[in-house]
């Protein structure tokens, strides 16, 4: 915190008063239902996408396993969005389901290029708020 907001970094009451906030039921309830939605979507996302490929009615249970591999081997910090990281798990666990080699690479980089554009359009907004208003913050 200290690094982003300097001498506006909270300490001491304060911080603990914000982790405090953090952490009551109603935001880890919420944030929890909003993680679990998001999966889903992801999973649906994906399903839409080997479905639209292969026309195979099972691809929305094909495609949960090999996200939830992606999504783990993204934590991984090795590059930057975990871009070509994500598109190699994925395709190579489609490929263990029986997915053709260019349709499980397809997949995997229209799934991760969705997700990431999705990302960036309600991420960006919200920084350049933030952003403006550290700003503000900073100048006074």
């Known amino acids: 915190a200290h690094r982003l907001l300097g001498a506006h970094a909270p300490q001491g009451v304060a911080l603990g008063r914000a982790a405090a906030l953090l952490w009551t039921p109603r935001v880890v309830t919420v944030g929890l239902l909003l993680a679990a939605a998001a999966w889903v979507v992801d999973a649906l ?42 598109e190699l798990v994925m395709s190579v666990a489609l490929k263990h389901f029986g997915v053709a080699d260019a349709v499980a690479l397809a997949t995997a980089v229209a799934t991760h290029l969705l997700v990431n554009l999705w990302t960036l359009a309600l991420g960006l907004p919200g920084g350049i708020a933030i952003a403006r208003s550290a700003s503000r913050t900073m100048t006074k």
């Open 45 to 86: 996302l994906a399903g839409v996408i080997l479905h639209a490929l292969t026309g195979d009615p099972h691809a929305y249970l094909v495609v949960v396993l090999p996200l939830i591999l992606a999504n783990a081997a993204k934590t991984v910090p090795t590059t930057p969005g975990a871009i070509g990281v994500y």
